[in-house]
């Protein structure tokens, strides 16, 4: 009996699945391509499916190789704690030499339905000039409102003063029968960002505290730290620019009951700031000083100690159709022990190598040898597996690769979100 019902079962299933592919067949053609319109490949971190359903009368490749527009979204923060998204736009095919550049900006605290609203607004503006060149022209329809006009004629008053605060606290508890961990992290940033000044003030609080039970005996681990930073920035210009770095820490883990660094810094770009959503190749050198009080006896028998150092960094960024590079390096060493010194490297890379197959890799190393704060004394077994306090080390290392390769049609206008588990 039992045969049987998995016959019927198994011959039941079949059938069904049978009738689904039919009918998924019949449909397939029916929307995947539209005639008459653009190919377009969006290169962005966005809402795609809400970009699909809002402008669903061009065609959305999977690769560049196969778009007529090239659509590249990127985004900085802005002082007032939004994002300014440039949307750069490149004529591909016939439509070479066409290029754009557009920008939305968003407000600090707007919902992700809002900003994904100005986004689509925004990329209806920029594809209308090459829709305009394609049968679709004909649906087109413009519409002037007059409360624009009214917009555009008031005149904007900043009561602050471009003077943004941010206050964040964020805490987490869980607890079991023989285990409980405490977390909290509380900050406070102030900023004030012109097209001539940048000054930013942070402070930041952090606690973990883990208590473990067993037997009526209970053990307490605390690990904890503050600290205050503060930059400023003055423009010199398109490539020029110089500034101060100040700061105070402390950290049960690094030793520091009190740390104090006093940095005056230049930095050059080889290119403009102007285009700093697209590439940048920044130079930075600074200098000064540094005071440490430890908590516990470092391994050079201090409990205190006043020294200087210079660091120097080299970062480049930059962001085409075939991909993108975020890589940084970074040097210092203290001017009393020139081997007393750091080198650290760190980057992302993405590029699309043939016909949807791209390779993104992120990884960081470093050569460490300028820890002048490490504890004399042994940790214990505890301090060690919890990451409590610091630990001795030459160097830190970790790398991630990601290979992703698609294939079948290049078009994806089609929007299906039934069973989505969000």
Not at 257 to 284: C, G, N, V, W
Not at 384 to 411: C, D, M, P, W
Request: glycine share 6%; net charge negative.
């Amino acid at each position: 009996m039992n045969k049987l019902l998995k016959s019927v079962f198994f011959w039941s299933a079949l059938s069904i699945t049978a009738s689904l592919i039919g009918q998924v067949q019949q449909e397939e053609g029916k929307d995947f391509l539209r005639n008459g319109t653009v190919n377009v490949f969006m290169d962005c971190h966005c809402d795609l499916n809400f970009i699909r359903q809002e402008i669903p009368y061009v065609n959305y490749v999977r690769d560049v190789r196969e778009a007529q527009i090239y659509v590249l979204v990127t985004n900085q923060q802005t002082a007032g704690g939004g994002n300014s998204y440039t949307f750069s736009f490149q004529g591909l095919d016939n439509f070479s030499g066409m290029n754009d550049t557009l920008v939305y900006t968003s407000y600090p605290g707007e919902m992700n339905s809002v900003v994904r609203e100005g986004q689509v607004r925004v990329l209806k503006l920029g594809l209308l000039r090459y829709l305009a060149h394609t049968p679709l022209r004909e649906g087109i329809t413009i519409i002037h409102s007059d409360s624009l006009n009214a917009e555009t004629k008031e005149e904007s008053a900043d009561k602050w003063n471009n003077w943004v605060f941010e206050l964040q606290t964020s805490p987490r508890f869980r607890a079991e029968e023989t285990y409980r961990t405490l977390n909290l992290f509380n900050s406070v940033r102030v900023t004030k960002i012109t097209p001539e000044i940048k000054f930013e003030l942070d402070f930041d609080h952090s606690l973990n505290k883990q208590q473990y039970i067993e037997d009526e005996e209970e053990n307490t681990y605390i690990r904890k730290s503050e600290s205050a930073d503060m930059l400023l920035v003055k423009s010199l210009g398109e490539h020029w620019s110089a500034g101060l770095r100040w700061g105070l820490r402390g950290s049960t883990e690094a030793n520091y009951d009190l740390k104090q660094e006093l940095m005056p810094a230049i930095e050059y770009d080889l290119f403009p700031y102007s285009q700093a959503t697209h590439r940048q190749l920044r130079i930075l050198y600074s200098t000064g000083y540094e005071y440490d009080n430890y908590i516990d006896t470092s391994i050079y028998n201090l409990t205190s100690e006043h020294r200087f150092r210079q660091e120097l960094g080299l970062a480049y960024q930059v962001q085409e159709k075939w991909g993108s590079v975020n890589v940084s390096i970074s040097g210092s060493n203290y001017l009393h022990d020139f081997s007393k010194n750091s080198v650290e490297i760190e980057g992302y890379v993405r590029i699309r190598l043939l016909k949807g197959l791209s390779v993104s890799l992120n990884g960081d190393a470093g050569y460490i040898n300028d820890r002048l704060n490490q504890r004399k004394e042994e940790l214990t077994e505890a301090e060690r597996l919890l990451r409590l306090k610091q630990q001795a080390t030459s160097f830190e290392v970790g790398a991630s690769l990601s290979i992703n390769f698609t294939f079948g049609s290049i078009y994806n206008n089609v929007v299906n979100p039934r069973f989505n588990r969000y």
